[in-house]
């Protein structure tokens, strides 16, 4: 649904529910579906830090553990300038 919406500033959500449905999946013990909701996410927003945060969980909980290095390593460099050390990708 969040994807469909029409382009407006400021956004009519005001945080990607993305973030939410892969934290909630991966609680949920599906890292698998988790993943595709991250690739997914970012698709759309490629350096998003909280999406690549999330990636790499769902890739080390399924023992994918050259793509969840990248995807670390990704979040990283993105999350650089951050002053929050992240625990999920949703609070």
């Known amino acids: 649904m969040d994807a469909g919406l029409a382009y407006n500033e400021?956004?009519?959500?005001?945080?990607p529910v993305d973030?939410?449905?892969g934290a909630e999946l991966i609680a949920d013990g599906k890292p698998?579906?988790?993943?595709?909701?991250?690739?997914?996410?970012l698709k759309h927003f490629?350096?998003?830090?909280w999406a690549l945060f999330g990636l790499a969980?769902?890739?080390?909980?399924q023992g994918k553990t050259a793509e969840?290095?990248?995807a670390r390593?990704?979040?990283?460099?993105?999350w650089k300038r951050a002053d929050v050390?992240?625990?999920?990708s949703a609070f």
């Open 19 to 21: 973030h939410l449905l």
């Open 85 to 88: 050390a992240l625990t999920a």
């Open 46 to 49: 490629p350096n998003d830090g």
């Open 10 to 15: 400021p956004r009519d959500l005001f945080f």
């Open 57 to 61: 969980k769902a890739l080390e909980l």
């Open 32 to 41: 698998a579906d988790a993943e595709r909701v991250y690739r997914e996410a």
């Open 73 to 78: 390593r990704d979040f990283e460099q993105a």
């Open 68 to 70: 969840a290095a990248t």
